[in-house]
């Protein structure tokens, strides 16, 4: 049985984005870059290409696909259209080169440090992470050889640029740190790393380039947990790496060997030489990613970008939402502090005007008085708010990291990160806030029967 291709029906890989996309504004954008239409059937909105594999025209066919002389695709695990065009878009709001699209936020992180250093070299990164960033920096990067190096108070530019040493490769940090909200000055820390010739790194999650494009404030490489804001439907986890095509891979050749080397491949010359700015998201596209092999489903990339579609209104609504409930939380009795980049009572409000002015997000904490008691009771009292470990969702999450996300580390290191026994962190999703209100006094309500059973 012979089963052809028409060659029309394929959709060609250097399709351009979203015509004239730079005028474009970012809702335009988040709608339309990188979408190709289906030459097959005239779908509009791109199909999910559940395969695996893709068929050649022929036996001259299948040679100049894997010599890379047509551009179509081969197998899943290297390149997907569902998966593509999400790249496309994503790299596009982000204002970055490319894109790789992996299964998960965790993926991402190793992925695109693993594009860069190897055994004996060292990380430098901020003390305030994800603690699933932590975990890997600290277990399973110190497993490979890798060592990572904190800097303990994230906003003294002078500690960041004194812990650069001979063996550092990168700097590492997230711009709206979870559960603290204590910011990181992304364009300074660009320009630390530059001045010593090293790439800086940025996880975006909290921020989405709706409301911050660490690009355009010098960082190299930006990556996202994509379950979170990305997607808002919490309905599927991915992760994705973009670089910003502007990082200098060449200039000095022994920091990065394996792009520097020669390969068979290219005839003996290096990714940097072959590939120019574009050699790490080439070799981590081509090396790490599709070796290691954390391949998204094209299903999950397609509800991404359902997901992606609505980003900008979602954050919004998620931002200003936030602010009114941290405002109202301030105000509560119950309430001991509240830690938001939003509140003018913030050590990081100038920073938030200065980075954030669409809106500061909706992921942060506040400690209620009573300590673990009085978390306990404010999670079991309210009923709106989802009790669980995920952030960025549509639907409002509360959660008690001392006892969930921070329960393996030492009391005494919780205190050195702000994680007090009454801190809770929230997701504020986007329904009415009134509603969100409501469901808060009823949390508060049960703390200040425990404080005043206490009292008596
Ligand atoms: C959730 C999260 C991750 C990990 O992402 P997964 O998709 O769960 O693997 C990484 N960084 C940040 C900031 C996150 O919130």
Redesign the pocket.
Known sequence: MTITAPAAATISRSAPALQSSAAAGFTTRQVHAGAVPDGAHGARVTPVHLSAGFVFDSFEHARERFAGEDEGYVYTRNGNPTTEEVERRIADLEGGAEAILVA????A?ASALLGIVQAGDRVLSSRRL?E??RGLLVQNFGRLGIGVDFVDDAGDLEEWERRIGPDTRVLFG?PIP?PKNDLLDVPALAAIAHRHGLPFVV?N??ATPYLLRPIEHGADVVVH?T??FLAGHGAA???VIVDAGTFDWGARPALFPHLNQAERAFDGHSWAEQRGRSAFVSYTRDIVVSRLGPTPSPLNSFLLRQGIETLSLRVERHSSNALAVARFLERQSEVVSVDYSGLESSPSFALAQRLLPRGQGSVFSFTVAGGEAGAAAFTDAVELFSHMTH?GDVRSLVLHPASTTHAGRTPAERAAAGIHPGLLRLSIGIEDVDDLLRDLDRGLAAVRALTEKARA
Not at 104 to 107: I, P, T
């Open positions: 998960s936020g965790q993926a992180t994800y699933g960033n997230e979870n996880d999650t909290l947990s379950s979170k986890l991915g992760g952030l």
